[in-house]
Every structure is written in structure tokens, then in C-alpha cells.
């Protein structure tokens, strides 16, 4: 989609390429591209003179670049190998606890409906009563009364949570209102289930054996099950079978309705019917399908389609109602069964208080029959205790064995382990409870004391009556049973075969918000959702290309990113399509540095690469798959040149960035490797190199001269906002629903110019983003890299800030900062209202200098949340940035961050009203947990103070004035020494306090162990400390990657004062000094400028002199410069002696500055006449500009920065009075830079004309340089000042006034403290005398100081360590997700050929287009075992590496050799290496990949049947190239080819001495949304003949080479 256009740079007909393929002939394999005006076809890649490398038979002897893993590639075997075995753990206990849980939520629900039956009796343990009696209980209404109450907190506890899940939602987020009718049908059938729930546990279940109870569970699915009858379309495989199936399972369930009514003819059972129906009627909405072939179906499955937006407004009101007409129900069957309803009120203190149980003792003539009445005279009774806390105990096991199910199967479902540890469990509840129950049942009726110790001889399971398991089968109609828990099975068959997305939100996995408790496992069957989309099949790739008749990769995305699939028919499917923009910002980056980045980007563009080539050439659904393009933005590019000061060349930081690409290639691709020169661009604004990287990705680098744009990092992140988002995408001449589908898709990373990180971190980002539409930015895990104590400290400061502050802020709100070095932003979000706009707002007051140009990303993340969208950080994405390894340095950074931070965060609180109300985001709560965090910083030298005052007292002894006089000092000392003295007597002074402050820290902690020691473990500060390292500990183990930071942990604990007093302290004072402050040097200067440096030096020397000691006794004598002497000496300046003194030649001094004037009138004179007579020979096109004398930092600020000349000075360098005439030369057109000996190699091209105007526009409206007015200097200057003093004075009497309060309160202590309850110590004292034993406890106290840390730093502390908590758990809930166990999945021999290229496509192309042993020599360092050296093919290496050959220096055309040389027979080719050793080296797997080559053939070739016949509608005939490669400009096109050519061929679409009548637009970079946009190596300058053809497919035009066999047919 680049806008540029190149001109072309030699005649039609010799272009670089023109000669190629008669140069060479057809022999060479190597001759592929995967576009036919790829540049990369060319010169060193393929066809030019350079291309043979010749090498001398002495000179063979290679040092290949060694594979170096650190930083981003470090070895991860050993996570992966914990990660598998985490998720075989994760598999068994998600099963058990699921399993567990489901059998404990239906054993404990019948045991409660077992105990409200109505004058239930059972035989009673006589264990306690006379082992030769027999008796029986009677259940009193009080107890019945309490099973009623725990039944019904039962049933409400899950419809309140759905009721505060509902109101959260829509009070904090959005909701929509449905319409009447709908919400009264929805309101109907969750009335029915709540009635019938109300049946079933106080009717049905009561009267019937818990046998026969969990059994009838087995029959809720009538309603269901109908529905999904009615609901199958014809277009479902099979149909007819599965008809019948459902058919019967219907039937099977309404046997299990009627059974039992039936066969035990009660008139009561008859309820059964009734209430199973109206239960099933709950999930009605799982099973119907707007698809339906009935109309009455089709409505309700347009019902369910509103519910997705309506489903919480309506469940705010449903819940609370469901409620209530359950508890009504309830009272009416009370009060139908005779009961006054009364009771369950008048009783309830009872129920659950001391009650008594009585127990009927039988006679023995009863020999063990339950009697039917017990009121007779003659039977003895016996009053027992109840325990009534046993209703409770039942009720929380119900209640936590439910939620627990429910919880960990949304687990399982999450991580993808649904199939064994979600349905599997939840398909054997029942017929587990059913297990437990016989065996529980038969043990009770054999023995009634068995459970004796266990539960209470008056409570139990209603058994059957003489039961004995022998005859189960027969009387408990098992076999029955067992058709209606398999018709349950088929209706809820979904469960097994799920296809969910990872980590797919409880909406997307569950109908209704909540479970239901009492009836657990068929609530977690038939709630999970059905409708789940389906992945697309490779095989279905043709279907969907006939649909689409699009390009074949641009339809991927359709189905890759479901949630934003349009059905606009404008939208294209290529605009659904990732696109990243990786712009990073370089300044002056080391080699080291650079070279991390750059192989960065290698990276990158090898796997995009991979993705690409896989979906054009396997036919394989990416659904990761991304374009990728990087821009990096180099400021304060340019400096003056060494000829000539009018000139300006690149500095030596763009030198070492263009020396350093070949040398970071060769490193990720393990072999030596050239890219081709960058092309060269004049800009508006500088400059630009262009390199195409070895996987076709464009690498652009932007060269800003800072005297015709405006610099600094903000800056630069306005031009690539305006010019990607801007430029490229809003002057697309193409409608807005395109542009808005592109906007939604493309994302900008934004990099720092030495981060390293791998594609999988991007992938992570891209994956937050396609997860949530509001997601705005993310960032990843920043990983300092360095060496030294200031990197130790980093890294614990870092982990501590990821691990916790981070952590908490994605879970409780949104992160406030995606830092710079690392984050992805999408550009819709950048595009919004109030954010790039607002973002190029010029800093004109001194608090925009602070918040807008100090902390940019904090500030562009403030604007995105303040215009609603979310933030989020994802701990699995890691990059490693350098950081700073000096003192110096490091304040110097944290000096920006630290009030761009508190600016930052002010802001957002003050504008906290309206952004609660638009961002669903950021809650109230934490806006109170950012001014905690905020009240924390404000106050944190105070506190740091306090809590030294208090170390000194503790640990040397001292009384609390001398510790406070002892402290203060030396801070009062550094504030004044920071308002006087300069920076670098700042940092030195800081530095030496820090030593001081380290080495009393650790005094300090030696005594407060000590202390502790005294104290006892049950201490404030013992609890406190314990607390605080307990928490990092565990959060270091939850982060095991990163454990080791922890170990730093102890410098982070000495330099506490260094960091939270000193430096807030220096960076508050120092607010008015607004420069960067790090990665400084010094900038080239012109010879005028060190002329004038030089002269300013020698007055500063004269003026000090004149101020030295006694400079007075030479006032009135001025210098002296009027006397001379033959002999004379000095002393220090003092005085001077000076012996035969003569007066100086009065005229010398008149004369020399006669002959100057002179000589300066002929110069000038001589000038004109010049420029009179070669106009364009002498001093031409000086563009009126001169180098500053700035300091040429990469943020350096017109505040430190001098006031530019004029180009019309006087003075001249000697270059100048060359008699030699000068190039004339424009910026635009031939700047000096571009012919720089150092970046001379490479083409020149130049932009359009639309994208000159474009960069001129922007840099008038928005990015002009900043003009250096003095006065606006001064003014800024004396406002940021001002600033400072206000912010130090607020700042410094917050703290005292809290210091004051703090200490003076600390004085009283006797009088204001809390006794603390734990750690007493007790004094047991003997007084003989008396004879007196005296006992005495001491307290400790909780002091005002501990009452602060203990109250607000450990609050904070709970809350970010509880967040934490749940971050880890998502962290480790993705990455479980994200993990495959091959031994769970398919073995390789049960996959088909097509499964087996889908699932290791990407892997198995990345390995095929290795640049690595292209030439065969694989076996380098192959081999094992103790002959493992001995056996290396060195000599024949080497032998190797002499022949001339040609490189292929693309991954594609790697690819292709290798794809074309693909052969299942070993024997004729048993060197090549498709697989890595992980995916091991079979016959099959090879055979797989040469079927799909024929495919790929077979289909070329079908295409180009059908269009052999195309007409050329043009005409057109001709025998010359036009654009820059020799190639006619690539337009798009259809795959097509020749019936009969070889596989060769089908890839060779850039010429060859074949007759060619196709081509293809092959190389999938380009994938624009917008047909007539031509390749970025097209020419723009010719004339584009198309035709209004509404079949752009298949439009031919023809080319004929006289010259030759080297005809070419484009389409």
C-alpha cells in the first residue's frame, strides 16, 4: 500500500534485470521469485554480474556467525517442558475436582430433599441406646423446616451472583434494553423452571428413594431435546440418521417421565411429568436456531439472537423474581401438605438452634418393621440431642462442591481441555452418585450404625424399602435408567466436540450467566453453549475461493477473526487482514544495540515470510497471519559534511545502522549473507533508506534533518501516525466502510531502537487485540539488560512493577502506560477524536513541557483511556531493552519519568468524573486505588524519612530528636545544593549520600533483626516484613523465568533512600530542565562555529582574569597592552615586572585592520562579479541554512539550543574561495547526502508528487522546526521555573506538614498507641519473702510511624499482591491454552496428509526456505556420539565452498528449490532437511508435501485452461521493460498457467527461456485493499491501460522479446 512511486533509473530495455535469463540460460534452479518485479530478483539475488561468487583454492577456510542465544532467544525447553507437565496436572485435578464437585452438589442435594419428606421415619443406631433394642425416629417440623431454608439458600445463592453480575455489567458497562414481547416470553419460561425447581426439590424428590432421585435427574432434557429436533436444517450431514436419534432420546426422556407414576400408581408422582417439563423449558435458548426450518423455531432463534445484548438488563430483574416465585411455590406446597406456612418463620430459630430429636424405642414383637404409627402408650421414648449444625455443614459442602464444578469446568473449557476434564466428569455424575448411593443405601439397611461417627443416626438417604442390590436391575429399572442418561448424553452431545477459542469469555461458553446449584451437571450440559463456529478445512479452501473470487489469502481472515466479520458487501476480505507497522525511534543507539534490533526485525520478517509462503504454496489457514512492514525514524540524522560546511552528510549512527544490517542477516540466518544497498529517497523532511529484507518485508528508514522538521521522540510518533494512518490509509481512494475494516485491523508496535523480542511476543499482542474490539494498546514484559548494580537494581525494580503495579492495574482498571519500547497500538484508536490530534498540541506552557514531551507514551495512553478504550499488558509477551548502567544516567532518566508520571496521573484524576463515565473500564475504586498510589509518592520522602528517623532509634540506640537532627541535615543539605549548584555537583553529591544511605540501611537491617528477634515473631514489623518478602517470594515462584530477579532483591532494599528521597527529590527540584538527558554527544560543528567557540573562550579567560585576586590594583591600567619590555615576568597575575620599557607602535594595530578592511572590499567585489558571470558556478543553492551549534541530542530542545545564522554571513570557509565552481544542488533533488561515499551504493529513487505535498503540508501544519526566539526562551524558561517553585513549595509542605504530625505523635507514643495483641510477653515473678507469685504481661505497641506502614503500604500491598494472584492465574490459563501434549493429540500416523501440512505448515516452510545450507552442506555439525567430531564433511565443506555459485539471498526462492526438489524417494535425495528433529523425518511426511505440491500444480494448471483464450482487449505488445527491474508493473492478477509445464515452471513466473503465457501476483507482500495502486517498483511515470472489466481475473495482456525465447505473458 505504499504511496511511493520510482522513477526509473535507465532506458526501457536495460533495466537491471533485462539480461537475466538470457545470461543464464533455463539450467539454473535458483531463477524463482515469488513476484515477478520483486526487486529481490535482481542484482545480488539473482541475475546481475555479482551474483557469482568466485573463491581462491587458499582462501576456502569460512567463519560462519555462531548462534548466540540471549536476551529474547534464550533456551525455553525447560519452560516448555514445565508448561506440558503443568497441563497433565491441569488435565487430572480439573477432572477430579470437576468429577468431585459434581457428585457432592447432587449427593448433598437429595440428601436434603431426603429429610423434608413429611413424617419421615428410619431406624436408629441403638449403638448408644442398648445394643438389644431396636428404635426408630420421627424427623420433628423443626428439623424439616431447616432442610427447607438450606434448599432454598441453596437454589438463590447462584441466581444472586447472576443478579450482582448483571448489575455490575450494566451499571459499569453497556446494556440494551429488549423488546416487551421477547422479554415476556424470556420472563415466562424462567418462571416454568422456577416452578418446576420448586416441584421437584419439595414434591417429586421427597416422595420417591434417592436411587430413583438421581436417576429422574437423567430426565430434564424433553424441551431441549425437541428443540434441537426442530431446529436441524437440511444442510446438516446426515440428517436422517440424526432425526431418528433425536426422535428416540425424546422418547427415552418421556419414558423416564412416566415410569414411575405408572408402576407405583401414587398420586403425587404424577407431579414428576409437570415438573421436569417446566425445568427443561430453562434451556430452551441452547437449542434453537434461527436456521430452523419452522417458523415458530426461527422467532425463538431470533429471540436468542437479542438475548446476546439484552441478556443482563433482563437477568437484573429475572434473578431477584426467580427468587421470590421460588420461595412463593415453596409456601404454597407447605402450605398444601397441611402445614401451616407460618412455621417456616416461627421455627426458624429453632430449626437451626438446640432442638430435641426424639427417638420411639420398638417393641420386640415388631422384630425391626417400621410401624406405621408411633403414637401408641406403649412405646418408650427417648429425648436426644440434635445437632443442628449438621444442615449447615450439608448446605456449605452443597453450595462449595457446586461452585467449585462450576468454576474449574469453565477452567477446562478456557484452556481447551473440555473434552476429558469437563464433559467426561460431568457425563459420570450421575451414575457415580448413582454408584455411591446403592452401596451407601444397602450399607444403611444392613447395618444402621455404620455411619455413626460420620452423620447423625436420625439422618439419612430415603432408602429403598427391603432393598438388596441383587435385584436392582430388576426393581430400580436400571435399564431404563441407563436409555435415559444415554439420550441425555446425545442431546447434550456438544459438550464433547468443542470449538471455542482460547480463553473464549463466560458469554461466548455459557448461555445464562450462572449455573444452577441444585442441579449441577445437568446445568453444566445443557447450558454450554452449542453454537460455537467452526473452523474452516483446508479441503473447503476451493469452495471458498469460488464464494469469494478473491485473491486466495485474502479470504483468510474472514474466518480468522470471526467476531468482526462484516456484511457490509463493500468490504473486501483482504481488508480484514493484520497489518503491523513496526516504527521504532533511533537516536544514537550503540552497534550492540542496533544489532539486537535489527535481527529483531530479521525475525519478523522470516515468519511473516513463512506464514505467507505457507497459505500461497501449502494451502494452509493462518489464522496468525499478519503483513509486516517497519519504518524507523532516525532523529538529528544529518551532520554537516566533511568537505564543506554547506553540506550535510549522515552522521556516523546512520553509517553504523547501514553497516550493521548485512552483519545482523547473517546472524539470524546462520550464513553470510549481502542484502542489496538501500534505495535512497530526498525527502521533505531528509531523507530515507529503503532495504528489502530477505522474506520481501520492506525496511524504511526515515533520516530526519532536524533543521527542516521538527525532532524529538513525540514528534517522530506524529509522523509515522500521519503518515501510515493518515497518508496510507485516509487518502485510499476507497469507501469509508473499507477504510474503517483496514483502521480496525492495522496496528502500530511501536519499538525502541535497541529492543529484542521474538515474533511470538507480537503474536501474543495482536491475539489481546483480536480478543477485545476496545482494546486500544497493549504492552508486553520489559526486560532490562545490562550489567552492573544499577541493572541489578532495575531488575527487581522492574519485576516488582510488572509482577504487582501492572498486574493490578490490568486486572482492577486499565495500565496507565504501554510503554514506547514496546507496545501495540491499534490505529483506529489512535484515529479517534482527542488523541492523534491532540497528541501534535505544541508545548507553549511549562507544564506541557513536563507532561506532553517527558513521558510521551504515559500521555498517549492518557488520552486513549480518557476517550474510553482499555489498556492491557500481557506477562507471557517478553522484549528485553537496554537500560541505563551508570548513576548518572539512570537519574537523569528517571528525572523525565518521575513528573511526567505524577502530571500524567493528576490529569487523569482530575478528569476522573468523565472518565469513569466513558471508559467501562475504570471504576471509582480505582481511581481511589491511583490516588492511594498517588498520595504514596507525594509522601513517600516523607515517609522514607520517618521510617529512617525510626531505623536510627531502633538499630543505634538513640533518642528520637538526635535521629531526626541526625537525618535531616543531609537532606536540607542535597535540596539546597540541588537549587544552587549545576547537574553533574547534583548527581555527585546524590551519589555519595546513596553510598552513605546504603551502608546505614544495612546497619539498619541488622538492627531491626535484632529487634525482631526481641520482639517475637507476632511483632507489627515482623508481620509487616514477613508479609512483604513473603509476597515477593511468591510472586517470584508464580514468575519462574524471571525467579532469579529476585536474588537482587537486597540492593533494591539498600538504595531505598537513594531511590524514594533522593531521587524524587532531584527530580522535583530539577523540573525546569527539560532535556533528555541521556545517550548525549557531541555534534559536529562548522569551522565558523569553532572560530566563534574558540573567541568566546579566550574573553571568558580575559574576564576571569580581570576578576582574579587583586585585580583591582591594575584598575584604571586596563590590560597593559600599550607597554613592552626587552625583559619581563610575572607572578601569578598579581603584578608584573618589566625591565627596558618602550611603548608599542601606536599604528600596528590601525594598520592590520586597514589591510583586513581592504581585503574584505576586493573579496566582495570580486564575489559579484563572479555571480554575475556563472550565476550557478559559486556559492550556489545554499538553501539560506547553516548547522546549529547544538548539542545534536536526539530530544535536544530549543531551550538549550542557540540561535541559528543566516546564511548570508559574512565569514566563509576556505572552501568557499575555491576558484573550483560548485554543484548546484537541491534537497528534493540531488542533495549531497545521497552521494556520500559511505551510502553511495544503492539506487536513487524519489517520492510521488502526492507524497512531497503530503510531508510538506505536515511539516508547515504540524512538525515546522521551532525558530529560536529569545524572548519566547526567556518566557518558558522563567514559566517552568515558576512551575518548579510551586510544585517544590507543595511538594515540601506536604511532607513536613505529614513529618510534623507523624513525629510529633511518635514523641507521645506513651500516650497514642494501639496495644498490639500479639507477641505478649509474660513475667512470672517469685517473692520469696511473702511467699507471692506476681504475673505480669507486656504488650507491644503499635508506634504512629507502624500505624502508617501498617495501614496504608500493607492495604496497597493486599491489593496488588491479590491482583497479582489473578493475573498469574489468566497468565497460566493462556499459556496452558496455548500448549499442546502430542501424546493427547493424534499420533502422526493417524493423521491424514492434509492434517498433517495444516497443523506444521508454518514450521515445515520455515525450515524448507533456511538460507542455511542451500547448497546441501547440512551435516555441519551433525552426528552424535564419541565420533561425533571425527565424522564432520569439513574438506568436503570446504571443496564445497570453492565452487562459484550463485546466492539466494530470499527465502522464497529457498523455498522453492528446495519445494521443487521435494521427493519422497530417499535415495535420489537424502540430504534434505524438511523437518526439524521434532517432527521426524518420514517417508509419509515428505510423500504429504509433494501431494499438495501437485495440488498446487494441478490448480495452476486448471486456471490457465480456462483463461488461455483471454482476449487482449489493448492490444498492447512490446518488448521492453518499464519500471526499475526490467518487468512489466505487476497488476493484480489470476493464478493461471500453462496446461503441460513442469512445477518448475509454476514458480518461475519472472521469465525464462520457456514461452510463459501466465503470471501470478505470487508474492503476497503487497495483498492491497485497492486494485489500481501499482508495486512500489512499478513505474510512475507510465501509462496504466485497464480495462472496466468487471472479471479483473481474467484479463491477459501479452509481451513478445524479439530478442530471444524470453517472451512473458502478464496478466
Known sequence: MSAMRHRPMAPPGQGAGAGTAGEHGDSDDNNFTDDESSPLTHDIYGGSQRTIQETKGWDVFR????????????????????????????????????????????????????????????????????????????????????????????????????????????????????????FLFVWLMESMSAVGMALLMFVVLPQIDAIQGAMLTNCLCVVPGIFGLLSRTSKEGKRFVKVIIDLAAVAAQVTGLVIWPLLENRRELWVIPVACVMISCGWWENYVSPQSPLGLVRVLGRIKEEMKYTRYFCHMFLSIWKILLFFTVTLLIYWAQGEEPGNLFAMYGDAFGPHKIIVYELPAGLGGVLPDTLESANIDTVDVDAAYNTVVYVLLLQIFGAYLCYIFGKFACKILIQGFSYAFPVSLT????????????????????????????????????????????????????????????????????????????????????????????????????RDDQADVKTEDLSEIEK?????????????????????????????????????????????????????????????????????????VLDPDYYEFETHIFFDDAFEISDHSDDDIQCNRFVKLLIATMDEAASEIHQTTIRLRPPKKYPTPYGGRLVWTLPGKTKFITHLKDKDRIRHRKRWSQVMYMYYLLGHRLMELPISVDRKDAIAENTYLLTLDGDIDFKPNAVTLLVDLMKKNKNLGAACGRIHPVGSGPMVWYQLFEYAIGHWLQKATEHMIGCVLCSPGCFSLFRGKALMDDNVMKKYTTRSDEARHYVQYDQGEDRWLCTLLLQRGYRVEYSAASDAYTHCPEGFNEFYNQRRRWVPSTIANIMDLLADAKRTIKINDNISLLYIFYQMMLMGGTIL????????????????????????????????????????????????????????????????????????????????????????????????????????????????????????????ILYSIINLNVVSWGTR????????????????????????????????????????????????????????????????????????????????????????????????????????????????????????????????????????????????????????????????????????????????????????????????????????????????????????????????????????????????????????????????????????????????FFALILIIQFTAMLFHRFGTISHILASTELNFCKKKSEDLTQDQLIDK????????????????????????????????????????????????????????????????????????????????????????????????????????????????????????????????????????????????????????????????????????????????????????????RNPHPHHQVSWSQNTNGGNGTGRL
Open 63 to 182: 567463519d560462519p556467525p555462531i548462534k548466540i542465544e540471549t536476551g529474547s532467544t534464550a533456551n525455553q525447553e525447560c519452560l516448555e517442558l514445565t508448561v506440558k507437565i503443568l497441563k497433565i496436572f491441569a488435565y487430572v485435578i480439573t477432572f477430579i475436582i470437576v468429577l468431585t464437585g459434581g457428585v457432592i452438589a447432587k449427593g448433598t442435594m437429595l440428601f436434603m430433599t431426603s429429610q423434608v419428606r413429611k413424617d419421615k421415619k428410619m431406624e436408629y443406631c441403638n449403638k448408644d441406646l442398648g445394643r438389644d433394642k431396636s428404635f426408630v425416629v420421627r424427623l420433628p417440623e423443626e428439623e424439616r423446616v431447616a432442610w427447607i431454608w438450606a434448599l432454598l439458600i441453596a437454589y438463590a445463592l447462584p441466581e444472586i451472583g447472576a443478579l450482582i453480575r448483571s448489575a455490575r455489567i450494566c451499571f459499569f458497562k453497556t446494556f440494551k434494553v429488549p423488546r416487551t414481547g421477547h
Open 1080 to 1351: 548525549e554527544v557531541v555534534a559536529k560543528k562548522t569551522k565558523k562555529e569553532l572560530e566563534a567557540e574558540k573567541k568566546a573562550t579566550e574573553e571568558a579567560k580575559k574576564r576571569v582574569k580581570q576578576k582574579s585576586m587583586l585585580s583591582f590594583l591594575q584598575s584604571g591600567i586596563g590590560d597593559n597592552g600599550d607597554e613592552e619590555g626587552s625583559v619581563e615576568f610575572s607572578l601569578a597575575g598579581l603584578f608584573r615586572c618589566i625591565f627596558c620599557t618602550h611603548g608599542k607602535t601606536s599604528d600596528e594595530k590601525q594598520q592590520l585592520t586597514s589591510i583586513a578592511e581592504s581585503l574584505d572590499s576586493i573579496k566582495t567585489r570580486m564575489d559579484t562579479i563572479e555571480s554575475a558571470v556563472d550565476p550557478h558556478g559559486h556559492h550556489a543553492n545554499r538553501h539560506g541554512r547553516r548547522r546549529t551549534t547544538s548539542s545534536g541530542s536526539k530530544d535536544h530542545h530549543l531551550l538549550t539550543s542557540v540561535a541559528e545564522k543566516s546564511g548570508d554571513e559574512s565569514d566563509e570557509s576556505d572552501s568557499d574561495t575555491s576558484a573550483e565552481p560548485k554543484q548546484e544542488r537541491d534537497f528534493l533533488t540531488n542533495p549531497y547526502w545521497i552521494e556520500d561515499p559511505d551510502v553511495r551504493k544503492g539506487e536513487v529513487d524519489f517520492l510521488s508528487s502526492s507524497e512531497i505535498q503530503f510531508w510538506k503540508d505536515l511539516i508547515d501544519q504540524y512538525l515546522y522546526p521551532i525558530d529560536n526566539d529569545p524572548v519566547e526562551q526567556a518566557r518558558i524558561a522563567s514559566d517552568l521555573i515558576e512551575l518548579r517553585n510551586k510544585s517544590v513549595f507543595a511538594f515540601f509542605m506536604a511532607n513536613a506538614l505529614f513529618v510534623l504530625i507523624v513525629f510529633l505523635l511518635q514523641l507521645n507514643k506513651d500516650k497514642l498507641h494501639i496495644i498490639w495483641p500479639l507477641g505478649v510477653k509474660t513475667n512470672i515473678t517469685y517473692i520469696e519473702e511473702t511467699s507471692e507469685v506476681h504475673i505480669s504481661k507486656e504488650y507491644l505497641q503499635l508506634e504512629p510511624i507502624g500505624l502508617v506502614f501498617v495501614f
Open 940 to 1063: 513517600g520522602p516523607g515517609t522514607i524519612f520517618l521510617m529512617l528517623v525510626g531505623a536510627f532509634v531502633a538499630a543505634f540506640r538513640i533518642d528520637n530528636w538526635t535521629s531526626f537532627h541526625y537525618n535531616i541535615v543531609p537532606i536540607l543539605a542535597f535540596m539546597f545544593i540541588c537549587f544552587t549548584c549545576k547537574s553533574n555537583i547534583q548527581l555527585f553529591v546524590a551519589q555519595v549520600l546513596s553510598t552513605a544511605y546504603a551502608l546505614i540501611m544495612m546497619a539498619v537491617i541488622v538492627g531491626t533483626a535484632l529487634q525482631l528477634g526481641e520482639d517475637g515473631i507476632g511483632s507489627p514489623s515482623a508481620i509487616f516484613l514477613i508479609s512483604m518478602v513473603g509476597s515477593f517470594f511468591i510472586a517470584a515462584c508464580l514468575h519462574p523465568q524471571e525467579f532469579w530477579c529476585i536474588t537482587c532483591g537486597l540492593i533494591y532494599l539498600l538504595s531505598i533512600p537513594s531511590m524514594y528521597l533522593l531521587l
Open 547 to 619: 464464494e469469494k473470487g478473491d485473491e486466495y489469502y485474502e479470504t483468510i481472515s474472514v474466518h480468522t477473526d470471526r467476531s468482526s466479520a462484516p456484511n457490509k458487501p463493500s468490504i473486501k476480505s483482504s481488508d480484514n487482514i493484520t497489518r503491523i507497522y513496526s516504527c521504532a525511534t533511533m537516536w544514537h543507539e550503540t552497534k550492540d544495540e542496533m544489532i539486537e534490533f535489527l535481527k529483531s526485525i530479521m525475525r519478523m520478517d522470516e515468519d511473516q515470510c513463512a506464514r505467507r509462503v505457507a497459505q500461497k504454496y501449502l494451502r
Open 1400 to 1587: 506444521h505448515a508454518v514450521e515445515i516452510v520455515k525450515n524448507l526456505q533456511r538460507l542455511q545450507g542451500i547448497d546441501g552442506d547440512y551435516d555441519n555439525d551433525s552426528g552424535s556420539g564419541p565420533d561425533r567430531i571425527a565424522r564432520r564433511k569439513t574438506i568436503q565443506n570446504l571443496e564445497k565452498a570453492r565452487q562459484p555459485r550463485r546466492q539466494i539471498g530470499t527465502l522464497d526462492v529457498a523455498f522453492k528449490k528446495r519445494f521443487l526438489k521435494l521427493t519422497a524417494d530417499a535415495e535420489n535425495n537424502p540430504a534434505t532437511p524438511i523437518l526439524t528433529r521434532r517432527l521426524t523425518m518420514r517417508a509419509e511426511t515428505i510423500r504429504a508435501l509433494e501431494v499438495r505440491k501437485n495440488s498446487v500444480m494441478a490448480e495452476r494448471r486448471k486456471s490457465a485452461m480456462q483463461t488461455l483464450g483471454a482476449k487482449n482487449e489493448y492490444g498492447i505488445t512490446t518488448g521492453a521493460p518499464v519500471n526499475n527491474n526490467g518487468a512489466l508493473p505487476n497488476q493484480r492478477s489470476g493464478r493461471v498457467s500453462n496446461a503441460g509445464i513442469s512445477i518448475k515452471d509454476v514458480f518461475n513466473v519472472n521469465g525464462g527461456a520457456a514461452e510463459q503465457i501466465y503470471g501470478s501476483n505470487g508474492g503476497g507482500t503487497i495483498n492491497q485493499g485497492y486494485e489500481h495502486v501499482i508495486d512500489e517498483d512499478g513505474d510512475g511515470n507510465s501509462l496504466r491501460l485497464t480495462t
Open 430 to 529: 450421575v451414575p457415580l452418585s448413582v454408584t455411591f448411593l446403592i452401596a451407601a443405601c444397602g450399607i444403611r439397611i444392613d447395618d444402621p450404625c455404620f455411619f455413626h461417627d460420620t452423620i447423625p443416626d436420625y439422618l439419612f438417604f430415603t432408602s429403598p424399602s427391603n432393598f438388596r442390590f441383587n435385584n436392582f436391575v430388576t426393581e430400580q429399572m436400571a435399564w431404563a435408567w441407563i436409555l435415559w442418561l444415554l439420550s441425555q448424553t446425545w442431546i447434550a452431545l456438544h459438550i464433547w466436540t468443542p470449538k471455542c477459542e482460547r480463553l473464549a469469555t463466560t458469554e461466548k461458553l455459557f448461555v445464562q450467566p450462572m449455573y444452577s446449584s441444585l442441579l449441577i451437571d445437568q446445568s453444566m450440559a445443557l447450558n454450554r453453549r
